[in-house]
């Protein structure tokens, strides 16, 4: 064999290696992305993909978290005004968070608001704590609700959806999660549909797509972490008709509102369903796929293969649906929109829901906190010991040095942490950044004593409000929750 054809054969060899390699490590494999309609009345599957395949709930979590604290209160546990304790383990959590430092109370009303529309980790684990007295013990109650509702592919460990390879769900077990939301708890209806809610000066808006941009959307959650893709919980009513529509798995915040759309438009125009989420069951929780090659990492073919499945059908625009950003395009005599139009509107502009710390006003109940297995609350920590606790998140315990170490040399884990644990919808809402607090005088008095930070996405007209410690008299008017939202409108 001469030289030449040596080398041409190194070559080949040296070709395929390469290709070989590349499919190996960075291919991007077919995943099918779960979706469900549901008729809530009736309990009737309109349609269905893949409904009862394994996910990360991510985010979706805090409806489970929301069902468990309103099944307390409607068993008499506590009441919406009762306060819940910020513990220092609350305050450890990732971002998206309210960044309140530990002692400080905010009632559960309040903190179900900052649960549905901020997506705040730290106000979940706070829920937990305050009804259940621990995380752990509430992850309990998370799983008798979820197997009383026969979700049978679900299994919870914590109440905000943060990475955890055994916190699994699926499609099906979601929507019946969100029918049972609103079949047992008709009262809090609203709370599932907040547009924004402020906080001080601060407003948030909700990070579900569908408000404010479809005729008829009204409530639900997102979720979003790298393993399991932008997730949706979405309701929407029209002509006395109420559908639940759940999308897992999207590569990003506008196809996963585009692929809602589509499915509403789809469950709106059928008449029956093809069978129950009862017959739907299947064996019990599984490994879930992990998502991060297509979500955070290979998002662009990821995008292109799930949107070519979104059924784009243009919809006629019709009579005035309610919803101001839609009739405004119908007015401008654009005939029809598609899925991806109605995903792509500007920003919904909503009256925010006002938020704060410290107690309703007039309460004299027990505070809900920390505290033993089968303890009631009122027991456990007191105000002051949470207060004067400077146990720091160990990764804000040198901000300064953090960043230096983080723009020279990236640290895989650091990233991963922060795709994972972002706000549910980075488009809409911008990176948490650090809210530098006062110390406290038994905090200046010691050198060794480290400063509690708290983050908040750009709000540096909190400080003050959350610097200060929460006093029992410092009592302020109960928030309202909105009124129902009209057939067809925006709040």
């Given at each position: 064999m001469t030289g030449r054809h040596q080398i041409i054969n190194f070559c080949r060899f040296l070709s395929c290696a390469v290709t070989l390699f590349a499919l190996f490590f960075n291919a991007t494999p077919t995943h099918a992305t779960p979706s469900l309609i549901v008729d809530v009345a009736s309990g009737q599957v309109l349609a269905e993909d893949e409904a009862t395949a394994s996910w990360f709930p991510a985010s979706t979590t805090k409806l489970m978290t929301v069902y468990v604290a309103l099944d307390a209160v409607r068993a008499g546990r506590l009441t919406m005004d009762t306060p819940l304790m910020v513990s220092p383990r609350a305050a450890r959590m990732a971002p998206s968070k309210m960044g309140f430092r530990p002692g400080t109370e905010v009632t559960l009303q309040n903190a179900l608001i900052m649960l549905m529309v901020k997506s705040a980790n730290d106000i979940a684990v706070t829920i937990a704590e305050g009804v259940s007295g621990s995380v752990e013990a509430f992850a309990d109650d998370m799983n008798r609700a979820s197997a009383s509702l026969g979700m049978t592919q679900s299994r919870w460990v914590n109440p905000n959806g943060l990475p955890d390879a055994r916190q699994v769900t699926s499609a099906r077990d979601l929507a019946i999660l969100g029918r049972a939301l609103y079949t047992h708890f008709p009262e809090y209806a609203t709370l599932f549909n907040i547009g924004a809610m402020q906080f001080g000066r601060h407003i948030e808006p909700n990070h579900n797509g569908l408000i404010g941009r479809y005729p008829g959307a009204d409530g639900m959650k997102t979720g979003f972490t790298c393993p399991a893709g932008f997730n949706v919980v979405a309701s929407a009513t029209r002509g006395g008709r109420h559908l639940i529509?759940?999308?897992?798995g999207a590569p990003t915040a506008i196809a996963r509102t585009a692929k809602a759309v589509a499915l509403f438009d789809r469950g709106f125009q059928t008449s029956s369903g093809q069978t129950s989420l009862a017959s739907l069951s299947a064996p019990g929780p599984a490994d879930a796929p992990d998502m991060r090659n297509r979500v955070c990492r290979n998002r662009g073919a990821a995008t292109a293969e799930f949107m070519a499945e979104v059924e784009n059908t243009p919809v006629a625009m019709g009579a005035s649906t309610g919803v101001p950003l839609f009739d405004a395009v119908a007015g401008a005599g654009q005939a029809t929109m598609t899925p991806t139009d109605v995903a792509r509107l500007p920003r919904p502009h909503f009256q925010p829901?006002?938020?704060?710390?410290?107690?309703?006003?007039?309460?004299?109940?027990?505070?809900?906190?920390?505290?033993?297995?089968g303890s009631p609350i009122g027991e456990g920590t007191d105000l002051e010991a949470y207060a004067n606790d400077n146990v720091a998140?160990?990764?804000e315990a040198?901000?300064?040095k953090r960043r230096l170490i983080k723009k020279r040399t990236p640290q895989p884990a650091t990233q991963d942490a922060a795709a994972e644990t972002s706000p549910d919808d980075s488009r809409e809402a911008p990176a948490a950044a650090p809210v530098k607090r006062a110390k406290s005088a038994a905090t200046k008095s010691s050198k060794n004593s480290t400063a509690m930070k708290a983050t908040l996405s750009n709000d540096a007209t909190s400080e003050n409000q959350l610097s200060k410690p929460t006093s029992p008299k410092a009592a302020k008017p109960k928030p309202k929750l909105p009124p129902a939202t009209p057939e067809g409108g925006k709040q």
């Open positions: 529509v759940v999308v897992l829901t006002q938020v704060h710390i410290g107690r309703a006003e007039g309460y004299t109940g027990p505070v809900a906190r920390t505290r033993a297995p998140p160990e990764a040198k901000p300064s």
